[in-house]
């Protein structure tokens, strides 16, 4: 039904940037967030950024090194990481809740993840 797919992810040294993407794809009537989240070895997952229509919310530990951006034509979301630290380090998943389109499950909502991208910081 939705598809949600990451790229961007990569080894980068600390300091340096990457520019993670994620498009949603698929029967969506409407979204109402979306966001990144990342699970680091022996972790929890944890919110990194999310974005509505109208707000963004950071994790204290990336504000002001990370921003999130979206383009709503495109149902696309992105993560700019700057000022990169090892301990960015982790598997980086895109998250969409959304509302369905399909005629069984017409205005339904649904909460849909990406496979994850890898963002590698050494030091």
């Known amino acids: 039904q939705v598809q949600l797919v990451e790229s961007g992810g990569g080894l980068v040294q600390a300091g340096g940037s990457l520019r993670l993407s994620c498009a949603a794809s698929g029967s969506i009537l409407s979204i109402n967030t979306m966001g990144w989240y990342r699970q680091a070895p022996g972790k929890q997952r944890e919110l990194v950024a999310i974005?509505?229509?109208?707000?963004?919310n950071y994790a204290d530990s990336v504000k002001g090194r990370f921003t999130i951006s979206r383009d709503f034509a495109k149902n696309t979301v992105y993560l700019q990481m700057n000022s990169l630290k090892p301990e960015d380090t982790a598997v980086y998943l895109c998250?969409?809740?959304?509302?369905?389109?399909?005629?069984?499950?017409?205005?339904?909502?649904?909460?849909?993840w990406g496979q994850g991208t890898q963002v590698t910081v050494s030091s």
């Open positions: 974005i509505s229509s109208s707000t963004t």
């Open positions: 998250n969409a809740e959304l509302l369905l389109a399909t005629f069984t499950s017409w205005g339904k909502r649904g909460d849909y």
